[in-house]
């Protein structure tokens, strides 16, 4: 992915999240720091600034004298946490497209042929790690370090509960052409229409989720 552009501890932080994330580890799973510590080479103190970081996201329980756990999905937080991100996630899309670069746009162009790759494959566990990319990139063009930081967070947390929730059952085509939209609105510089664009995206997802917990 694009681990090797980061910091030491941001290369933890980010592999641990996106284990999390993903479901690799599951809720109660009980973090080593020995293990870690012995997997990434590194000591304790870069393990413990990403800890930190993944706590303050609500990924990881901390527990003084017994160690680091994976937090378990509160649904009422999420909820909470996915009213503030389509609102935000509009103003990035607004932000972004009065300020995006012609190399951001690049990247997002390369994204998408990515994603038109796995309309043959199915593969949706790429899927959601191209789309978490192209949030990724929309929220940097918005140069706003404020509004990434708390996109980037939020993200992380609801993005758990997409792949908990709805597994492989996203039809592919339809993120992809998503994305499409986005990015055009994008190259057009059309804010309000990006705007409106980003919070549909949200608003696609979070009536997915609806449809398989209630």
Request: hydrophobic letters at 40%.
């Amino acid at each position: 992915m694009y681990y090797k552009t980061l910091s030491r501890p941001e290369k933890i932080f980010s592999i641990l999240r996106d284990r999390i994330i993903y479901m690799e580890y599951p809720s109660g799973k009980l973090l080593s720091e020995k293990e870690l510590c012995d997997e990434f080479k590194v000591s304790r103190t870069p393990l413990r600034e990403a800890i930190q970081k993944l706590k303050e996201m609500k990924l990881v329980t901390v527990i003084p004298r017994f160690g680091t756990y994976v937090s378990p999905v509160d649904i009422n937080e999420i909820r909470s946490a996915f009213e503030v991100k389509i609102k935000l996630e509009g103003l990035a899309g607004e932000a972004a497209a009065k300020r995006i670069t012609p190399d951001k746009l690049e990247e997002l162009k390369v994204l998408i042929e990515k994603a038109d790759a796995l309309l043959k494959e199915n593969g949706h566990r790429h899927l959601i790690e191209i789309d978490a990319q192209f949030h990724e990139i929309m929220y940097q063009a918005t140069q706003n370090q404020i509004l990434q930081e708390m996109l980037e967070n939020l993200h992380g947390r609801c993005a758990r509960l997409w792949n908990s929730a709805l597994g492989e059952i996203i039809p592919i085509a339809t993120i992809i052409n998503q994305l499409k939209e986005i990015y055009s609105s994008l190259g057009k510089r059309d804010s309000e229409k990006t705007r409106e664009l980003m919070e549909d995206h949200v608003r696609y997802f979070i009536d997915q989720i609806k449809k398989q917990l209630l």
